[in-house]
């Protein structure tokens, strides 16, 4: 059993982060700013940007592992300078404290925002599936803080890959467990809504994950830590796309500025490959749409007088 500090262990994602490693026979402890009922885990309040407080924090709990979740997940939900000043100074002092505990590995959830699309002045993939070797190209405050982070580790294995193992994983739009039975997901309406109205996921590209799928990942990476390159970062994503159509015809659609590349995707295939983590890992998403929605929450879009607009920036994970 090992012990293991989740960061963020009460939000959408970190709720199921912590199940799958409690599950897995480890003792978890989550840091978060709120306590929620039911976590399996040993739960402490902390500002973790007071980077002495969060130093003190770990060397008291002495982990062996580190999950860094917690972040503004919101695009747009403060402005972009703080967006991008907060998550990059939380992993900082994560990173830092994380070190000095003499934890043996630093996970990092990043985005796969950081590809650039629904960007206002254009955006055009390279190639289609897009995979964690496509450029990056953020365009607001959220993604290009997640650029940096993924910088920060690249340093951070520079300088420390002699005493601890990083990584990085880029969740696709994390839906919780009560989703799939009609709870709001993070933009406000339902998992039914986005596939009765596909403009609502066709702006984040249909991509999605199980946040359960998610939890399994994390427990993958760790279990295989020191055998996988120090650094490596990796696209985590159900295996199909959030549309009830074929996913090149959806694109053509819905996405024109993918129609070039869309002829490299067939059936329901996902824009965002996680094929490396399969390789590495062995890890591939369980969940689909198709296995969990309850069927009788799904909308006909015509049941709505007044579409539902998409927004236009859409993050990941909370």
């Known amino acids: 059993m090992s012990r293991i500090l989740v960061t ?9 982060v912590v199940s799958a490693l409690a599950e897995a026979g480890n003792e978890v402890v989550s840091i978060d700013r709120v306590q929620i009922d039911g976590l399996p885990a040993r739960q402490i309040e902390a500002d973790l940007l007071d980077a002495s407080a969060t130093r003190a924090t770990f060397a008291e709990i002495a982990p062996e592992a580190v999950v860094h979740l917690a972040a503004i997940a919101v695009p747009g939900s403060l402005p972009d300078a703080e967006i991008f000043d907060v998550n990059t100074r ?3 002092s994560v990173l830092e404290a994380s070190l000095a505990a003499g934890a043996g590995a630093l996970l990092v959830a990043s985005s796969p925002t950081v590809i650039g699309y629904s960007a206002p002045s254009g955006w055009q993939p390279a190639y289609l599936p897009l995979d964690e070797d496509h450029p990056v190209a953020p365009w607001n405050g959220y993604s290009a803080s997640k650029v940096a982070i993924e910088e920060i580790i690249r340093m951070a294995v520079r300088r420390d890959g002699h005493r ?4 990085v994983f880029r969740p696709c739009y994390v839906i919780a467990p009560e989703e799939w039975e009609g709870a709001p997901t993070q933009q406000g309406h339902t998992v039914a809504e986005r596939l009765a109205h596909p ?4 702006v984040a590209l249909f991509n999605y994950l199980d946040a359960r799928d998610a939890g399994d990942f994390v427990v993958a990476w760790l279990a295989h830590a020191t055998e996988v390159p120090n650094g490596e970062v990796f696209f985590v994503a159900a295996p199909d796309a959030l549309v009830d159509a074929p996913t090149p015809d959806a694109l053509r659609e819905l996405v024109p500025e993918t129609a070039a590349a869309a002829s490299a995707l067939s059936g329901s295939d996902p824009v965002f490959s996680s094929a490396r983590a399969e390789r590495l890992l062995g890890w591939r998403a369980r969940r689909t749409w198709r296995t969990e929605l309850r069927r ?3 909308p006909s879009a015509a049941s709505h007088t007044d579409p539902i607009r998409p927004h236009a920036q859409e993050a990941p994970h909370a």
Request: aromatic share 8%.
């Open 8 to 16: 963020g262990g009460a939000g959408r994602l970190g709720r199921s």
């Open 90 to 92: 939380l992993l900082w």
């Open 164 to 167: 601890a193992r990083f990584g």
């Open 199 to 202: 403009a609502l996921s066709a």
């Open 296 to 298: 009788d929450s799904v």
